[in-house]
């Protein structure tokens, strides 16, 4: 039984082009286009071809040859686009450390400086405006 299952839907399987019909393509008198199994008479028809597509391939298509300036637009495109993401993470950097000197700043009163080899704390005025240059540089530069 299974053997007459197997057999049949194999039949079935590799006869799909066998049973398939012509297809034909006329005009009529108000110019609708029509498709159909049976021609009209006394109607000029033309055959469409019916084959189907090719089974798929395993193997890699070959890569599709683009004009020279499309090769370059590309490379100048990946070029660009690399250039905007070096400043862009660069830009994200500069955020982060501004955003850190901030937060020092802001918590804690006694900041050190080194200026010329020696270290020195800066003075309450200097601490304040420290904060507001390094506040305004981050609504400036940081979204």
């Given at each position: 039984m299974r053997f007459m299952f197997l057999a049949g839907g194999l039949v079935l399987a590799l006869c799909g082009n066998v049973m398939a019909a012509q297809v034909y393509k006329w005009v009529d008198a108000q110019g609708v286009t029509h498709f159909g199994a049976q021609p009209p008479q006394g109607q000029q028809v033309e055959t469409v071809n019916t084959v189907t597509a090719p089974a798929k391939s395993t193997t890699m298509p070959a890569p599709v040859?683009?004009?020279?300036?499309?090769?370059?637009?590309?490379?100048?495109?990946?070029?660009?686009k690399r250039q905007v993401a070096e400043q862009e993470a660069e830009r994200k950097r500069y955020c982060e450390t501004m955003?850190?000197?901030?937060?020092?700043?802001?918590?804690?009163?006694?900041?050190?400086?080194?200026?010329?080899?020696?270290?020195?704390?800066?003075?309450?005025?200097?601490?304040?405006?420290?904060?507001?240059?390094?506040?305004?540089?981050?609504?400036?530069?940081?979204?």
């Open positions: 040859v683009e004009d020279e300036t499309e090769v370059d637009q590309q490379s100048v495109d990946r070029k660009v955003r850190t000197n901030l937060a020092q700043l802001q918590n804690n009163p006694r900041v050190r400086v080194e200026e010329k080899g020696e270290t020195r704390r800066i003075t309450e005025e200097e601490r304040q405006a420290r904060i507001a240059e390094t506040r305004d540089k981050i609504a400036e530069n940081c979204n």
